[in-house]
């Protein structure tokens, strides 16, 4: 992989702070990559490749002057360095001796992908294809993804870290559209992780796209559900979409700064329920969204915000963290070299429970049960939020019958927080790309079973 030597990165660095800057830092990726897309029973796409860059960073005063390149030649980096050193005021003279850190955790991967041959990777995809075909004479389009990467990182501080990672990931995607006359229902399923391919022999990705065919074209009887008040029962397999868009982003530290969190001003407050605790941890294995150091050297950890429902702290990357004269919280992220870091989940969730999963659902007379969540928006000033049901039943005398469509979940995320009743003793994972600030990363989240007491659940007008 293309990087620098350590020699060259103090006297970046020593470059970068010359003029005062309060720290500084360098980010350098190499990333190899493979990236399939399968279409109309076809492989559409292709691609493979590396690329590398350098970015360094500048603080001062709570500002940051950032620049990157692609080319590693010592006069281009030094320039890069001159460049971000003119956001500070006056001239300094410091000495910067880089020692290597060490890193928390570690991650093991059995089957890197770079040792797997393309046509093994194309014949996952297209297995997966046919397989999902199979399920129903009802299934319209399928759409099979798959992506790997390696990136190498290597990072230097001008408080003298040097912080390495390696991150393997793997993923693959069944998305499906199944028809009966005009009506329309999708099934997806994303899996992957901090894994190597060897994902796909743990579990069976024909399997995947077996039952994302199934669940589509079972929904197609489904009616469409009477909106109203009731309570909802949130399995674990809806994964945690709720925590990470209703919660998590509220409690990312430049968002809180800025006053664009319901949660600002709020620590030491109890926002929850006393069976919550909501929990960010990039050290869990094989996670999406684990890591050994994050984007800024900084060590992975595990970090408590919430705690039986009193909120603790935030997500703090450097620049946050030297605002509100603290530690990082190991949430600096960016999505390459071409990005200034920012503060971002990792692995999300709401600490098990309790309470039988099953227990739970008998304990509703008449409600809703949310098995798989799909999109939704929210505004993190106010907490509202509107998420989509992408597969859910009627729960009746503690049962849950008939499958619906069309429903969503309409409220306020520490309103819900805080009416949470019920919090099963499971725990239920997802993955994505979390966007922000035109930026994606890798991320997962998860939730126990939980129970909602009354939630407004939007769908058909009652009589129409």
């Known amino acids: 992989m293309k990087t620098i030597p350590d020699e060259l990165a103090e006297r970046i660095l020593k470059k970068a702070?010359?003029?005062?800057?309060?720290?500084?830092?360098?980010?350098?990726?190499?990333?190899?990559?493979?990236?399939?897309?399968?279409?109309?029973?076809?492989?559409?796409?292709v691609i493979s490749g590396i690329d590398?860059?350098?970015?360094?960073?500048?603080?001062?005063?709570?500002?940051?002057?950032?620049?990157?390149?692609?080319?590693?030649?010592?006069?281009?980096?030094?320039?890069?360095?001159?460049?971000?050193?003119?956001?500070?005021?006056?001239?300094?003279?410091?000495?910067?001796?880089l020692k290597k850190a060490g890193p928390r955790v570690d991650f093991k991967i059995k089957l890197d992908p770079r040792a797997v041959g393309m046509e093994r990777k194309i014949r996952l995809?297209?297995?997966?294809?046919?397989?999902?075909?199979?399920?129903?004479g009802k299934i319209r389009q399928v759409s099979v993804n798959y992506r790997d990467f390696v990136q190498n990182i290597y990072i230097a501080t001008s408080d003298g870290v040097i912080a390495e990672d390696e991150r393997i990931h793997t993923v693959a995607i069944v998305h499906v559209v199944a028809a009966d006359g005009?009506?329309?229902?999708?099934?997806?399923?994303?899996?992957?992780?901090?894994?190597?391919?060897?994902?796909?022999?743990e579990h069976s990705f024909e399997e995947t796209a077996r039952n994302v065919a199934r669940k589509a074209v079972a929904m197609l009887g489904a009616q469409k559900i009477s909106g109203g008040r009731m309570p909802v029962v949130i399995s674990a397999a809806a994964g945690g979409t709720m925590i990470h868009e209703a919660v998590g982003h509220g409690l990312e530290a430049?968002?809180?700064?800025?006053?664009?969190?319901?949660?600002?001003?709020?620590?030491?407050q109890q926002i929850a329920s006393e069976l919550v605790t909501v929990i960010?941890?990039?050290?869990?294995p094989n996670r999406r969204g684990s890591f050994r150091f994050d984007d800024e050297g900084w060590p992975s950890q595990r970090t408590v915000l919430v705690e039986k429902g009193i909120l603790k702290g935030f997500m703090y990357d450097r620049l946050t963290a030297m605002k509100d004269k603290c530690a990082s919280t190991g949430n600096g992220r960016r999505e390459s070299y071409e990005s200034r870091p920012i503060p971002?989940?990792?692995?999300?969730?709401?600490?098990?429970?309790?309470?039988?999963?099953?227990?739970?659902?008998?304990?509703?007379?008449?409600?809703?049960?949310?098995r798989k969540m799909g999109g939704g928006q929210v505004n993190t000033v106010t907490g509202e939020f509107v998420f989509?049901?992408?597969?859910?039943?009627?729960?009746?005398?503690?049962?849950?019958?008939?499958?619906?469509?069309?429903?969503?979940?309409?409220?306020?995320?520490?309103?819900?927080?805080r009416s949470i009743d019920m919090v099963g003793n499971d725990l239920g994972f997802s993955i994505g790309t979390c966007g922000k600030d035109a930026q994606g990363v890798p991320v997962s989240d998860a939730m126990p079973t939980v129970r909602i007491p009354d939630i407004v659940v939007g769908g058909k007008v009652q009589g129409g």
């Open 388 to 417: 989509e049901v992408s597969e859910g039943y009627i729960v009746e005398k503690g049962q849950i019958s008939e499958p619906v469509r069309g429903a969503t979940l309409i409220g306020n995320g520490p309103e819900v927080l």
């Open 52 to 97: 590398a860059g350098i970015g360094v960073r500048v603080i001062f005063r709570d500002r940051t002057a950032y620049a990157y390149s692609n080319e590693f030649s010592e006069s281009a980096l030094l320039h890069l360095a001159d460049t971000v050193s003119r956001a500070a005021e006056e001239k300094t003279d410091v000495t910067i001796n």
């Open 280 to 284: 960010d941890d990039s050290t869990l």
């Open 344 to 370: 971002r989940m990792t692995n999300t969730f709401i600490a098990p429970g309790v309470s039988d999963p099953l227990e739970i659902i008998r304990s509703v007379d008449r409600g809703f049960f949310v």
């Open 182 to 201: 005009d009506v329309l229902q999708t099934g997806y399923e994303p899996v992957g992780g901090l894994i190597g391919f060897e994902l796909f022999e």
């Open 17 to 45: 702070v010359s003029r005062g800057g309060d720290y500084a830092d360098i980010f350098v990726e190499h990333k190899d990559q493979v990236s399939l897309q399968l279409e109309d029973d076809k492989i559409e796409k």
């Open 125 to 136: 995809v297209e297995d997966a294809n046919r397989t999902a075909r199979k399920v129903s």
């Open 254 to 268: 430049d968002l809180v700064q800025q006053g664009l969190s319901v949660f600002s001003n709020r620590k030491g």
